[in-house]
Nanobody, 120 residues
């Protein structure tokens, strides 16, 4: 059973940076596509970025050029480097793992989430 544990969230001033990490266990990490979603209060969970098992990446328009997703297969970890943070990036960020590269639907394994709060 896949288990995901996120870390790295926190409170940061607008324009600042954070790096989120997601530790994967319970299966073969290199086979999985990994994604980061976020959910702000009273909003639906939205896809932020994903990286396939082959290393291809995709970003939401709202974070393109500011966020970078990466993975370290030796450490079974996926990262989300967030730069130039804005107050609208405030949300709980969730790590997701799936064997499919289709991130158009909400499924797969989820972490418990890590809170990111950006103040102006």
């Amino acid at each position: 059973q896949v288990q995901l544990v996120e870390s790295g969230g926190g409170l940061v001033q607008s324009g600042g940076s954070l790096r989120l990490s997601c530790a994967f266990s319970g299966s073969i990490f290199s086979l999985y596509s990994m994604g980061w979603y976020r959910q702000a209060p009273e909003n639906q969970r939205e896809l932020v970025a994903f990286i396939t098992s082959g290393g291809s990446t995709m970003y939401a328009d709202s974070v393109q050029g500011r966020f970078t997703i990466s993975r370290d297969n030796a450490k079974n970890t996926v990262y989300l480097q967030m730069n130039s943070l804005k107050p609208e990036d405030t949300a709980v960020y969730y790590c997701n793992a799936r064997l499919s590269a289709d991130f158009s639907r909400l499924f797969g394994s989820w972490g418990q989430g890590t809170q990111v709060a950006v103040f102006s």
